[in-house]
């Protein structure tokens, strides 16, 4: 049995290891460099110093980005993560899910081309084409051609005509659907393989289809508004429709596609509500509610619970039942960190005795080298700089007391200016700026006490799994620290020092391509017929033992019925 057992469990590991976190792209003097888990330094994916920006493909196997060119024309490339083979299209790269085929629109003449992975040879699909998009599936690509909706099929290499008097669109909800606003302002949906087309909702306003962390539509249902401010529920083809709402101000669905909360404006008063995906309701609030601004309503991970901020500057969470807890108060910004029931909050950073310790900015085995780097950039003063926050924290800290201080710690932001004898200045140009200082801390809603994460001004970009965060946090005038933190383990790993506070990142998509998919069921498979091969190899052994245990049973009495 033991025999059995340690391939099988082995084989387990194996497969199981085959699964990676994503790694983090990032921005740096005109680089765009690659950090994966485990390694011990990034490695640059472009081999230029002119990129200004990028993005990753929806299977996470390539990275997108623009060269700018100071004295000529910008364009687009690409550059496999694994190949490194670059690529150039000039205009913005369409992938599709798996990645493997790339579309885009030339600039200069509107055609529509088509190449592989590698930057092979190029297939003109369509001219004076001003937008596209590939279906979920990445099988099919649909694209207006001067007005006409039209959709190319990958595996037969050829076009089909759907319809005409395209304003806006298109917009692959389904793999075999595609919607779109034409221009009489209709909402409309036509199918894929031009069998039918239907007309939603007239004089449209907006309309909201659900999708998860990974930008893919989820569910099977949208919310449409008219120029009344009407809200209308329905399937994608317009089926089963109901009106949801009237005096519309602002709706989301959840990531699953289930269900939506809906705010509605009356007489300068906001009333919600939130519903399931076939229009029942779930809960009303009746009292007048007015959060700071309807975007700060955000649906949990697990879709039961809701996130908002108060008129008051406070973070409330309400369940499906109608109850609120309050979360923190004096909040700028929150989000929920994805697959858990967590929040990270960005507020006036507090000093506390004993109950929470401040971490230091950057690691203590790198404080020599980083006051080396900063005398040389320092320019001439001919004042003292006031105290750093780290040393005003550190000398509250040292006083010793276990009881809960809080204090507001302020940095002058931008320069003096000195008014000489004998000149006139308005009071206004020799007024400084302070702001307070601010934190990201860690909300854990099943009763965990609150964390520090990070002093940084901003919130932290999250990976897909929620388990990593990358903050941006504050040095020395000018200078940013870049910071990867884990919340499962006490690791941090220093990207380095940048003269940005904004840091141009973008954590690799965990892929959502057919092709993607399939690692996951072959794992699936191999792991049941794994299974399957134990349970027969065990089942066998019990029968030959039970038969050889049989046998040497009735030789033993053949053997005594002969002695007898």
């Known amino acids: 049995?033991?025999?059995?057992?340690?391939?099988?469990?082995?084989?387990?590991?194996?497969?199981?290891?085959?699964?990676?976190?994503?790694?983090?792209?990032?921005?740096?003097?005109?680089?765009?460099?690659?950090?994966?888990?485990?390694?011990?330094?990034?490695?640059?994916?472009?081999?230029?110093?002119?990129?200004?920006?990028?993005?990753?493909?929806?299977?996470?196997?390539?990275?997108?980005?623009?060269?700018?060119?100071?004295?000529?024309?910008?364009?687009?490339?690409?550059?496999?993560?694994?190949?490194?083979?670059?690529?150039?299209?000039?205009?913005?790269?369409?992938?599709?899910?798996?990645?493997?085929?790339?579309?885009?629109?030339?600039?200069?003449?509107?055609?529509?081309?088509?190449?592989?992975?590698?930057?092979?040879?190029?297939?003109?699909i369509a001219e004076w084409v001003w937008q596209a998009q590939w279906n979920s599936a990445g099988t099919m690509l649909a694209y207006v051609e001067e007005g006409d909706l039209k959709v190319f099929d990958l595996e037969s290499g050829t076009s089909r005509y759907l319809a005409d008097g395209v304003a806006e669109g298109p917009d692959f909800v389904a793999d075999d659907l595609v919607l779109f606003i034409s221009d009489d302002n209709t909402l409309t949906a036509a199918r894929a393989d031009g069998s039918a087309i239907y007309r939603l909702v007239e004089e449209v306003s907006g309309y909201y289809v659900a999708r998860d962390y990974s930008d893919q539509v989820r569910g099977a249902r949208l919310v449409c508004v008219d120029r009344d401010r009407d809200a209308y529920l329905m399937d994608f083809d317009g089926a089963d429709r109901i009106r949801t709402g009237t005096d519309f101000h602002h709706m989301a669905w959840d990531a699953t596609g289930s269900r939506y909360f809906l705010i509605e404006e009356k007489k300068e008063k906001r009333y919600t509500g939130i519903f399931s995906a076939s229009g029942e309701?779930?809960?009303?609030?009746?009292?007048?509610?007015?959060?700071?601004?309807?975007?700060?309503?955000?649906?949990?991970?697990?879709?039961?619970?809701?996130?908002?901020?108060?008129?008051?500057?406070?973070?409330?969470?309400?369940?499906?039942?109608?109850?609120?807890?309050?979360?923190?108060?004096?909040?700028?910004?929150?989000?929920?960190?994805?697959?858990?029931?967590?929040?990270?909050?960005?507020m006036p950073r507090t000093v506390t005795g004993e109950k929470e310790k401040i971490e230091e900015v950057a690691e203590e085995a790198a404080e020599e080298e980083l006051e080396i780097d900063l005398e040389e950039e320092v320019v001439e003063e001919k004042e003292e700089p006031a105290p750093a926050a780290a040393e005003i924290e550190e000398g509250i800290e040292e006083e010793g007391s276990e009881e809960e201080v809080e204090v507001e710690i302020v940095e002058p932001v931008g320069e003096e200016i000195i008014v000489e004898e004998g000149t006139e200045e308005s009071p206004e140009e020799t007024v400084e700026v302070e702001e307070p200082e601010t934190a990201v801390y860690l909300y854990d809603l099943d009763g965990k006490p609150r964390r520090m994460l990070s002093r940084s001004g901003?919130?932290?970009?999250?990976?897909?799994?929620?388990?990593?965060?990358?903050f941006v946090e504050p040095l020395r005038e000018g200078l940013y620290n870049a910071v990867i933190g884990s919340l499962d383990e006490e690791e941090e790993h220093y990207l380095g020092k940048f003269r940005v506070p904004i840091f141009p990142a973008a954590w690799q998509p965990e892929g959502r391509a057919i092709e993607g998919r399939l690692l996951g069921v072959i794992v699936t498979l191999a792991l049941v017929a794994a299974g399957v091969v134990v349970i027969y190899l065990v089942i066998r052994r019990i029968w030959l033992r039970r038969k050889v245990t049989a046998q040497a049973t009735a030789e033993t009495v053949a053997n005594l019925e002969d002695a007898i």
């Not at 809960?283 to 697990?302: R, Y």
């Not at 109608?322 to 108060?329: I, N, R, S």
């Open 458 to 470: 901003r919130l932290p970009l999250l990976s897909p799994r929620g388990n990593r965060l990358l």
């Open 281 to 346: 309701e779930l809960l009303e609030v009746k009292e007048p509610w007015e959060p700071v601004a309807a975007e700060t309503l955000a649906w949990s991970s697990g879709s039961d619970e809701l996130a908002y901020i108060g008129a008051n500057g406070s973070l409330y969470v309400m369940d499906l039942g109608g109850a609120q807890m309050l979360v923190a108060k004096d909040v700028y910004d929150f989000a929920w960190v994805p697959h858990r029931r967590q929040l990270v909050v960005l």
């Open 1 to 124: 049995m033991k025999r059995l057992l340690v391939p099988f469990l082995a084989l387990i590991a194996l497969l199981v290891g085959c699964e990676h976190d994503p790694g983090l792209a990032y921005l740096d003097d005109g680089e765009v460099y690659l950090w994966l888990p485990g390694a011990d330094q990034p490695r640059p994916l472009t081999d230029r110093d002119d990129v200004d920006r990028f993005f990753w493909s929806p299977s996470g196997r390539h990275i997108a980005y623009r060269v700018a060119k100071p004295f000529g024309e910008s364009f687009w490339c690409f550059t496999g993560v694994d190949s490194g083979v670059e690529v150039k299209t000039r205009s913005v790269p369409l992938f599709s899910a798996a990645g493997r085929a790339v579309a885009y629109i030339k600039d200069r003449d509107q055609q529509l081309l088509l190449l592989d992975e590698t930057g092979g040879e190029q297939k003109l």
